[in-house]
């Protein structure tokens, strides 16, 4: 019973610890883009190690197989990505405002736009490079 | 031990869930708010499950899968707000 | 595509699969009569809705897939890894970018895929796609090499996608 505690609190920290970082840089990185990577990714995997230590305190405490927490840590890993993406393209729309400091503004027009290619001299440096 | 660790991570998901409280009021633009909400009712979630493992029920389960399902339902309809206007065209 | 999907017995098979383990997994039991059940709504639900189904590619690689599954799972792991560490580090060294990734891929699907793939793995997040499908645009948090990320999403991501949907 102790290493199976061991390993529940192990978990339970680690969980909490991810969603306390996620939460801590969305309040504290600079722009909106930016705070954008600190939940969706922080997150999926705080959630994902809470449950992973839920199943296996329900598991040891009924003596059976319990799983079904595996149905949200799905749903959020398929969720997180899509949602974070409608969000960029709402900030997007919008015209939500950028740091100084972030490059490649042409790509950021063309995304605003949603126009094909960011110029002709963009595009065949592009291709010679993935070729390269 | 196992009952600290709990009470030490509802703390630890109590201060993100403030965290995400400010830079819900805080703003500056609408598309922070929607990325707020959808922090708080991601780490909702996190403090059902924790609760459910307190209590030592496996029926707050339900809760949280209804509030993920919501919470994405939700999120979506705010981004198709913004983008377009109107929810349901 | 068989031309009247409606009246097979398995229009969905994959589908079908899916919302048999779900079931199961939310009522956590194994009971006889849930199996039953199960393979009730299995049967039925697929055949009410399969004449909303669009045609989409399929799998023609199971085992790459599979592989490609593993891949992204430790991908996201070591990508929480890195963006909590740059999350707690100084904020003025990152150097926060904007960049345009050229597409092979011209499926709805394989596009949904690698651009989830790419919100979940390291210091990116995909933010939108040019109407022709050509491009993806890309956040990146801290973006040192722009041709090297280029072409690590192209190679790691993108031509595993291309190999399993045979496109």
Redesign the interface.
């Known amino acids: 019973m102790n290493w199976t505690e061991l390993a529940i609190s192990f978990f339970v920290l680690l969980g909490g610890l991810f969603m306390l970082i996620g939460s801590i840089g969305l309040a504290r990185l600079p722009d909106f883009y930016m705070r954008l990577h600190a939940p969706t990714k922080a997150t999926t995997l705080g959630v994902g190690s809470l449950l992973i230590a839920s199943m296996l305190f329900f598991s040891i405490k009924n003596s059976m197989f319990s799983i079904h927490e595996v149905l949200i840590t799905i749903f959020l890993f398929i969720t997180a990505p899509v949602s974070a993406h409608m969000m960029a393209k709402a900030a997007l729309h919008v015209d939500t405002q950028t740091l100084e400091r972030t490059q490649g503004s042409e790509a950021h027009q063309a995304a605003t736009a949603r126009k094909s290619t960011p110029s002709e001299a963009d595009l065949a440096n592009k291709q010679e490079g993935s070729e390269s | 031990m196992l009952k600290t660790a709990l009470l030490l991570v509802n703390f630890m998901i109590a201060m993100a869930l403030l965290l995400s409280l400010w830079r819900l009021i805080q703003g500056p633009s609408l598309a922070d708010r929607i990325l707020a909400l959808d922090t708080l009712y991601i780490n909702s979630i996190a403090l059902i499950i924790l609760l459910g493992m307190y209590m030592g029920s496996p029926l707050y389960f339900e809760a949280a899968l209804l509030i993920a399902l919501l919470g994405f339902v939700s999120t979506a309809a705010l981004c198709k707000y913004l983008l377009r206007g109107d929810i349901i065209e | 595509m068989d031309p009247n999907p409606r009246f097979r017995l398995f229009p969905m098979p994959v589908q079908s699969g899916l919302l048999f383990v ?1 079931w199961l ?4 039991t194994l009971a006889v009569g849930h199996i039953f059940l199960a393979a009730l709504l299995a049967l039925a639900i697929p055949i009410a809705v399969s004449s909303l189904q669009h045609p989409q590619p399929t799998v023609h690689k199971p085992l790459l897939a599979l592989r490609y599954f593993l891949l992204v799972l430790m991908d ?2 070591i ?2 890894i890195q ?2 560490i740059l ?2 580090g100084p ?1 003025k060294k ?7 990734v ?1 597409l092979d891929i011209k499926q709805n699907l394989p596009i949904t895929l690698l ?6 793995t390291p ?1 990116t ?8 499908q ?2 993806l ?1 890309i ?1 990146a ?1 801290n ?1 040192v090499d ?2 090297e990320l ?2 690590s999403i ?1 190679n790691r991501y993108e031509a595993p996608l291309k190999e399993i949907f045979g496109c």
């Open positions: 779900v997994l939310m009522n956590n996201i792991v990508a929480n963006v909590a999350i707690l904020l990152m150097q926060p970018g904007f960049i345009a050229p651009a989830s793939t790419v919100s979940l210091g997040v995909s933010c939108d796609v040019s109407e022709d050509c491009w645009y956040h948090l973006l722009e041709q280029i072409n192209k």
